[in-house]
Each structure stands twice: as structure tokens, then as C-alpha cells.
């Protein structure tokens, strides 16, 4: 019951953070998802959970088999700080679009509450005991 509940609150907070905000740290998702489940939906430049998925779809990347994803505010924030390159190679003119199918799957991901994450880090740091990450 009380996991049901963690991950229904989760999927809200998600719905609710502005799509502006970074990416979604892998540990909250990783509390309720294998790693395997999140392998394609990584952020290539900060390393986490890909929010509001952008697709790198540049032509001298063609040859490569897996999905080329960043988070929509860490691309903005790459591009002002390197306008008109690219994160994955260096390269002018990177092209990139909206992955809505990504974008849909990434927000069908259980997580916790990040709140609750911490309150339990927290708790398990004051009883001594390790979480595992």
C-alpha cells in the first residue's frame, strides 16, 4: 500500500515540476526501476534521467546504434554556453527535436518522491544503516 502510494505521489511530482527544471536524478527512479529500464532515457550531458527529452539527430552521428538524448534544459544551457555546437561531438549546426515517445515513457517511470527520498536517507544515516545506490 504505502508503495503504491510512493509511486503515485512520484508521478505526480513529476507531472508538476516545470519542464524549465533540470533533469531527474537517477536515484529517485532507481529506488523502484532496474538500471536496465533507464539505460536509453540518460542524459548525455548531466547524467540523469533526461527531462523533457530532446533527440540529437545530426547527420555525423548516422552511424550510431543508440539513441542520442538530452535533457531540454541542460541543452539550452549547453547551447548559451557553446552556441551552435554539438554535445556529442564536436561539430557546428547540431541538430536536435522533441522525442515525445521518450518524453511519454521517461514520465511512465516509477520513482520516489524526492522528498521522501531524502527524509529516508536521512533517517538511515541517523540509525546508522547504508543505503545502496
Given at each position: 500500500?504505502?508503495?503504491?502510494?510512493?509511486?503515485?505521489s512520484?508521478?505526480?511530482?513529476?507531472?508538476?515540476?516545470?519542464q524549465?527544471?533540470s533533469?531527474?536524478?537517477?536515484?529517485?527512479?532507481?529506488?523502484?526501476?532496474q538500471?536496465?529500464?533507464?539505460?536509453?532515457?540518460?542524459?548525455?550531458?548531466?547524467?540523469?534521467?533526461?527531462?523533457?527529452?530532446?533527440?540529437?539527430d545530426?547527420?555525423?552521428?548516422?552511424?550510431m546504434?543508440?539513441s542520442?538524448?538530452?535533457?531540454?534544459?541542460?541543452?539550452?544551457?549547453?547551447?548559451?554556453?557553446?552556441?551552435?555546437?554539438?554535445?556529442v561531438?564536436h561539430?557546428?549546426?547540431?541538430?536536435?527535436?522533441?522525442?515525445?515517445?521518450?518524453?511519454?515513457?521517461?514520465?511512465?517511470?516509477?520513482?520516489?518522491?524526492?522528498r521522501q527520498?531524502?527524509?529516508?536517507?536521512?533517517?538511515?544515516?541517523?540509525?546508522?544503516?547504508?543505503?545502496?545506490?
Open positions: 500500500m504505502e508503495e503504491e502510494k510512493s509511486k503515485c512520484m508521478k505526480m511530482a513529476l507531472k508538476s515540476i516545470p524549465q527544471h533533469c531527474f536524478e537517477k536515484k529517485w527512479i532507481l529506488q523502484l526501476n538500471q536496465e529500464d533507464i539505460n536509453d532515457f540518460i542524459c548525455l550531458i548531466c547524467k540523469q534521467v533526461a527531462n523533457s527529452p530532446m533527440e540529437i545530426c547527420p555525423q552521428h548516422k552511424d546504434d543508440e542520442l538524448i538530452v535533457g531540454e534544459n541542460c541543452l539550452k544551457q549547453f547551447l548559451s554556453q557553446k552556441p551552435n555546437s554539438c554535445p561531438k561539430h557546428d549546426n547540431c541538430l536536435y527535436s522533441q522525442n515525445w515517445l521518450m518524453k511519454r515513457y521517461i514520465n511512465e517511470l516509477d520513482a520516489i518522491c524526492p527520498f531524502e527524509q529516508e536517507q536521512q533517517q538511515g544515516y541517523e540509525e546508522g544503516k547504508t543505503t545502496r545506490f
